[in-house]
C-alpha cells in the first residue's frame, strides 16, 4: 500500500507559477512511476505527467509541455509539479498517482492516488 498526500494548491493569476507536491508513505517509493493527473469541474479527469520510476524518464500532456516539470526526491519520498506560465484552462482539482509499472495515460491504470488539491488561475 502507498498513502499519497498533495499540497501546494491554491489561487494565482495567469502568468504566475505554483509547485505541486505529493508525499508518499507505506511501501518502497522508489519503486513506483509516478503520475499528475487534473480533473476540471464538469470533466473527465486527465494525464498531466508522469516519471518513471527512476525518474530519467519524464512524459507531458501537450497541453502542459514547455511549462510545467515533473520531478521526485526519492530521499524525502516526494514529487513534484512546477507549474509555470500557468493559464486559466489550468485550473482543475490536481492529483498525484502511483503505478508499479511503466508509462501510463490513463487513469484506471494507476494503483494509488492522493485526495487533491486545488489550483484555481485567476484572470
Known amino acids: 500500500q502507498v498513502q499519497l498526500v498533495e499540497s501546494g494548491g491554491g489561487l494565482v493569476q495567469a502568468g504566475g507559477s505554483l509547485r505541486l507536491s505529493c508525499a508518499a508513505s507505506?511501501?518502497?517509493?522508489?519503486?513506483?512511476?509516478m503520475g499528475w493527473f487534473r480533473q476540471a469541474p464538469g470533466k473527465e479527469r486527465e494525464f498531466v505527467a508522469h516519471?518513471?520510476?527512476?525518474?530519467?524518464?519524464?512524459y507531458y500532456a501537450d497541453s502542459v509541455k514547455g511549462r510545467f516539470t515533473i520531478s521526485r526526491d526519492d530521499a524525502k519520498n516526494t514529487m513534484y509539479l512546477q507549474m509555470n506560465s500557468l493559464k486559466l484552462e489550468d485550473t482543475a482539482v490536481y492529483y498525484c498517482?502511483?503505478?508499479?509499472?511503466?508509462?501510463?495515460?490513463?487513469?484506471?491504470?494507476?494503483?494509488?492516488w492522493g485526495q487533491g488539491t486545488q489550483v484555481t488561475v485567476s484572470s
Open positions: 498517482a502511483a503505478r508499479i509499472y511503466g508509462l501510463a495515460y490513463e487513469p484506471n491504470e494507476y494503483d494509488y
Open positions: 507505506g511501501h518502497t517509493f522508489s519503486a513506483y512511476g
Open positions: 516519471i518513471n520510476w527512476i525518474g530519467l524518464n519524464t
